[in-house]
């Protein structure tokens, strides 16, 4: 999928939503759509989807699409399978994708027999995903894709879309807040703000990073450039980024850390998207 100067503005307002964008969305890859609220990710995932007009620019380079946009309903009385058979009429959409699809979100034959009023909002959210893989022909957009969703069914969702994306080849193109969740499965991060976008990464590209996140960022830092006063460093809101050469240096990072006491709730061997969202949309 391919979007070429993308922008449009709301009756009334004085900016634009979504401001001349332009980007190329590789298949067979998952894409992540972050940035705060009110900064246009929802309006673009909108204009992507065709239920909102651009009031420029043009996007090429699909078939037809599956589209989770929060708000879009179900029938309560009817279960998962016949609310699919419902959704693939009302679509003009072939039915052959139902079973895949729910298994994609760890929805089995007898879970699927039994009628949404009885269900969770984890179950329905999960149908809603898989209403939307069921008229994937390429493309995929899934707004806030693990809203009420808890942590064994995030893992699953994330696995069933990970199996998308490689076995269809499916362009999927998330919008999530939950950045440590979205972190998990995207190949690129996308940072909007102010309907633009800011910047573009590869998601976990760079594994000669560590990301140690901690109360004290301040004084780990000032720790870690005592003892290795070359390192390259790099503070954000929740802890520090620091570059290691080699095995060596890394245990040495964590040996100093622990000598001092400086208590860490997570490190992860890459620059973590929660750094990225900081330095490129905080800053």
């Known amino acids: 999928m391919i979007i070429e100067h993308l922008t449009y503005r709301y009756k009334g307002a004085t900016a634009n939503a979504v401001n001349d964008i332009s980007h190329t969305f590789e298949a067979g890859k998952i894409h992540g759509i972050i940035g705060p609220n009110g900064v246009g990710k929802t309006t ?28 879009i309903g179900m029938y309560d009385e009817a279960n998962a399978i016949d609310n699919l058979k ?20 760890g929805i089995d034959e007898a879970q699927a027999q039994v009628k949404l009023k009885a269900c969770s909002q984890g179950f329905k959210q999960r149908m809603l995903i898989a209403r ?10 899934l707004d806030e894709p693990f809203t ?25 193109i998330i919008s999530s807040h939950r950045l440590q969740e979205v972190e998990k499965i995207i190949d ?25 996140t901690c109360a004290a960022p301040d004084r780990a830092a000032r720790v870690l450039l005592k003892e290795l006063p070359s ?23 964590v040996s100093f850390l622990l000598e001092d006491h400086i208590e860490w709730t997570g ?12 330095k490129f949309i905080k800053n």
């Open 188 to 212: 690129y991060a996308i940072f909007i703000n102010a309907g633009k976008i800011v910047n573009t990464t590869i998601a976990n590209e760079e594994q000669n990073y560590l990301t140690i």
């Open 86 to 105: 419902i959704f693939c009429e009302e679509t003009n959409t072939s039915t052959e994708n139902i079973s895949y699809a729910l298994s994609l979100v």
């Open 148 to 172: 009420a969703l808890d942590y064994d069914n995030i893992k699953l969702v994330s696995n069933g879309l990970s199996r998308l994306a490689k076995e269809k080849s499916a362009t999927i």
């Open 132 to 141: 939307s893989i069921t008229k994937c022909k390429g493309v995929i957009i």
């Open 267 to 278: 490190i992860e061997k890459s620059r973590s998207l929660t750094y990225a969202y900081d």
């Open 231 to 253: 390192m390259e460093l790099e503070r954000f809101k929740e802890g520090i980024v620091v570059q290691y050469a080699n095995a060596q240096e890394y245990r040495k990072i």
């Open 44 to 71: 673009l995932l909108s204009l992507m989807a065709g239920i909102l007009k651009p009031d420029q620019g043009h996007i090429t380079g699909f078939d037809e699409l599956g589209i989770l946009i929060q708000g």
